[in-house]
């Protein structure tokens, strides 16, 4: 046998490179480093998307399989934890002190719940056919994002990261939402703070590998 040859990750992850989610969770491992195995799932095509079924019967990404430890972790969020507690890295992205890491969690929920999903309402809408779209939901959807535009604003006028000075969880959420909503709801020099963290985390070579992955399905993405 080679002595170079590599032994198996032992994690995988069911992903796709354009999806924002997906997005969060690679920032995590890139970060640290984290040896994984990509498993990129095209749902459009019928036997991928059952296969991935039989894994996450909800089908949702992205989706962690840990072979050593035989879990399935779904939701970025969840696995981000789960990567903090068992594959810990250079970048603590989940603060030791329970208030501090508190704080983060607050603010990854923040941008999960008031600006990603705010921003996939308005994606998933002109995704949908003509007579099936819903205009007044993608209204209140983009004064969601505007709103959280406001206040991220506020924030990050004393701010490099969203927590304070450091990377964490928090800006693992913050970029792909941002990134996204900037398409979907262009930000203005009435945000000029959240243009500029959006240009540091675009910068960060975590996120800066991500998006070059993601480059060649760009054209999907119905901006």
């Not at 594959?87 to 208030?99: E, F």
């Not at 705010?118 to 209204?139: F, N, T, Y």
């Not at 540091?200 to 975590?206: A, G, I, T």
């Amino acid at each position: 046998m080679s002595t170079n040859s590599q032994p198996a990750a032992k994690l995988k992850l069911y992903l796709h490179p354009l999806s924002s989610y997906c997005h969060k969770t690679l920032i995590a491992l890139y970060e640290n480093g984290t040896p994984f195995e990509p498993h990129i799932v095209d749902l459009g095509n019928p036997a991928q998307r059952a296969a991935f079924q039989k894994i996450w019967p909800i089908g949702k990404f992205p989706v962690l399989r840990d072979e050593a430890r035989n879990q399935t972790i779904p939701e970025s969020t969840i696995i981000i934890e789960y990567l903090a507690q068992h594959y810990p890295g250079r970048t603590r992205l989940i603060p030791a002190d329970p208030d501090a890491a508190r704080e983060i969690r607050a603010r990854d929920r923040f941008f999960d719940l008031h600006l990603h999903d705010a921003m996939q309402k308005i994606v998933g809408d002109r995704l949908r056919p003509e007579g099936s779209k819903d205009p007044l939901g993608v209204e209140q959807a983009q004064q969601r994002v505007l709103l959280a535009y406001e206040m991220i604003d506020r924030d990050m006028a004393t701010r490099t990261w969203a927590g304070g000075e450091t990377f964490t969880l928090a800006d693992c959420a913050a970029a792909p939402a941002l990134f996204y909503s900037n398409k979907v709801v262009p930000l203005t020099a009435a945000h000029k703070n959240v243009s500029a963290y959006l240009r540091r985390l675009e910068q960060r070579p975590s996120y800066a590998r991500a998006l070059q992955e993601a480059q060649p399905y760009f054209a999907m993405f119905p901006a």
